[in-house]
């Protein structure tokens, strides 16, 4: 048996053995050095010193002992402490970089309710908003975190009207409410293929009613008028049709789906014109 050929795949394995090792005692002393394992709250006498210690860890992205400090922070601060809501802000801000965003999203919210008049509130409730919005990635999810991330937007356009964020929450809020929408259009089309007509006509007036402005809307009312066509609602679908002719005047979409439905006449009561009063002296 020839020992060098033996020896060589002996020689790669512990090569490849402890360049594994050495990787993972990287990441041990990387982990470590971020956890910072001197860092004690105790040592602290003051808050304003652990104040600027947490500030300072936070700064250095060492997200665990900023928790652990703006934490305790949050609980000793006397209520009128000016420190407080900055502290609320930081632990909600970690929470964030941990990709806690349950943690971050309520923090965010403690500073609002508590501080509406701080300076900090309106980016709070932003914050907040876009932490809870980060855990509702797909409308075919559980929405619950999508509807904290609605009220968050809902909260800092309602306290907050003059705050330079709006602009910005509310195209934030105009793409969160595409996603309920879509939602919705996804469960009528569920129930559409399925030939449930009744539970599709549903969801789809859901849409229309409450997302008019968003894209799946227009979606909706074409699979409306789909549904009317099935179960033969032809009044139903007239006037569905004229009411996306009137929106959508060129859409190829409506062509096709309101093809063969006729535009509905006019009402006896809309072509009745009233006979204006005579404005002349009266005769006798």
Not at 6 to 23: D, F, K, V
Not at 139 to 149: I, R
Request: charged share 25%.
């Amino acid at each position: 048996m020839d020992a060098g050929r033996t020896l060589r795949p002996l020689a790669g394995t512990c090569t490849r053995m402890i360049s594994s090792h050495r990787t993972l005692l990287a990441v041990l002393l990387l982990s470590l050095a971020a956890c910072h394992a001197d860092f004690k709250v105790a040592t602290f006498t003051t808050n304003e010193a652990l104040y600027r210690a947490g500030l300072e860890e936070f700064r250095h992205g060492r997200w665990e002992n900023a928790v652990t400090a703006f934490e305790k922070l949050t609980t000793d601060l006397p209520a009128r402490d000016t420190l407080l809501p900055r502290a609320h802000w930081y632990l909600a801000r970690a929470h964030q970089e941990r990709r806690e965003w349950v943690l971050a999203g309520t923090s965010f919210q403690h500073l609002v309710e508590s501080f509406p008049d701080d300076s900090l509130a309106d980016d709070a409730a932003l914050e907040s908003a876009r932490s809870f919005r980060h855990l509702w990635r797909k409308p075919t999810l559980d929405p619950t975190y999508g509807e904290s991330a609605e009220a968050a937007y809902n909260t800092l356009i309602g306290l907050f009207p003059n705050s330079p964020l709006i602009p910005q929450a509310k195209k934030e809020l105009a793409d969160l409410e595409e996603m309920f929408a879509r939602k919705s259009y996804l469960s009528g089309m569920y129930y559409l293929r399925r030939k449930a007509h009744d539970s599709a006509i549903i969801y789809f007036k859901d849409v229309i009613g409450k997302y008019p402005d968003t894209p799946s809307a227009r979606l909706a009312e074409l699979r409306l008028v789909d549904a009317y066509k099935a179960i033969h609602y032809k009044d139903d679908a007239q006037d569905q049709c004229a009411e996306l002719r009137r929106s959508f005047p060129d859409d190829a979409d409506v062509r096709e789906t309101c093809a063969g439905i006729a535009v509905p006449a006019p009402s006896t009561a809309d072509s009745t014109r009233a006979t204006p009063p005579a404005t002349g002296p009266p005769t006798r």
